[in-house]
């Protein structure tokens, strides 16, 4: 899923869980303004069957153009029952 955002300031907050039926981890990274940033992304390890995996992060996002903004998963099994929560609260202030 990508989401066209214009340019300016955002709040971003996402969540993502899921649950993995062996020990295994999850990574997922925003990717915006051309490149992935790990800086805020979401990383997380577990180490018994059947365990949830979960984390959040909330940043400023700067566009000075439009730009397109995407979650990637990174990981290597698949989850499930997974959940994402994605929220923007574009700011008011004036552009990039």
Do not use: F
């Given at each position: 899923m990508h989401v066209q955002l214009?340019?300016?300031y955002y709040l971003v907050s996402?969540?993502?869980?899921a649950i993995f039926n062996s020990p295994s981890y999850m990574q997922v990274t925003p990717f915006y303004n051309g490149i992935s940033h790990l800086e805020t992304g979401v990383y997380f390890a577990t180490?018994?069957?059947g365990s949830s995996a979960c984390g959040s992060s909330h940043f400023i996002l700067v566009a000075p153009a439009p730009t397109s903004f995407t979650l990637t998963y990174s990981g290597p099994l698949d989850a499930?029952?997974?959940t994402v929560t994605l929220h923007f609260?574009?700011?008011r202030r004036p552009g990039p």
């Open positions: 214009a340019a300016g996402y969540s993502v869980s180490a018994a069957n499930r029952e997974g609260l574009k700011l």
